[in-house]
């Protein structure tokens, strides 16, 4: 059974259209991650939360926002998604620090 | 900068051979190592993990060896077969951190 789950598996938009991206757990886990995943690359972490407490990356475009209304969802909002934006886009769960982290199928993003 | 990576891009292995794949990080610091395998669409999933405070754990078919002297990092696959046809990516944490710092990946593809 899935324990990370990401909708929808596939996410077209249009140039500059807002977008977003949803998960959930199932892990009752604490801790949740967006990456970002370019072809052939490695995921690229976005941001997290522990609980309720948001952790954004240093070079996270302030385009993307995040939202976390309770331990089961997070969302990955794109204000103004450019052609630079179309990735795959994964979201993990941990228990903790020195924790596997459990990933979704991801989302792919395409941008027309 | 990453902090892990992987000595080579991509390796092509015969069918029942053992896999090695290998992995370099630069960060004395880090005390947990996850390997991560990823089919194409798919999310990474978690094969094994090890803690610095061992140098080799094994699984069904997977041993990992970790060599804190020259901060080395391996994933043995014992007869390959072709569903281990996949990006296979190691992953280090740092001491109290709650974030995975990712390698390149490895592209394996496996000869029939």
């Known amino acids: 059974d899935a324990m990370v789950i990401q909708n929808p598996r596939y996410q077209v938009t249009q140039f500059g259209k807002p977008v977003t991206l949803s998960c959930s757990q199932t892990l009752n886990h604490n801790v949740m991650y967006w990456y970002q995943q370019k072809s052939s690359q490695a995921p690229k972490l976005l941001f997290h939360?522990?609980?309720?407490?948001?952790?954004n990356e240093a070079d996270t475009p302030d385009n993307f926002q995040s939202r976390r209304p309770n331990t089961s969802f997070c969302f990955l909002d794109i204000r103004s998604p450019g052609l630079g934006d179309a990735a795959m886009y994964l979201c993990a769960t941990t228990k903790g620090a020195r924790q596997p982290q459990h990933f979704g199928d991801g989302t792919r993003l395409s941008i027309l | 900068g990453e902090s892990v990576g992987l000595h080579l891009p991509t390796l092509s292995v015969q069918e029942g051979d053992n896999s090695i794949i290998n992995c370099a990080y630069s960060n004395s610091a880090s005390d947990y190592f996850i390997w991560y395998k990823q089919e194409s669409g798919k999310g990474p999933q978690f094969i094994i993990d090890?803690?610095?405070?061992?140098d080799k754990r094994q699984g069904q078919r997977v041993t990992v060896l970790l060599n804190k002297t020259v901060k080395h990092l391996s994933l043995q696959i014992a007869a390959t077969q072709p569903g281990d046809s996949a990006v296979y990516f190691c992953a280090e944490f740092l001491v109290g951190d709650y974030k995975l710092s990712f390698g390149a990946g490895t592209t394996v593809t496996v000869r029939a």
């Open positions: 090890i803690r610095s405070n061992m």
């Open positions: 939360y522990y609980d309720k407490d948001f952790n």
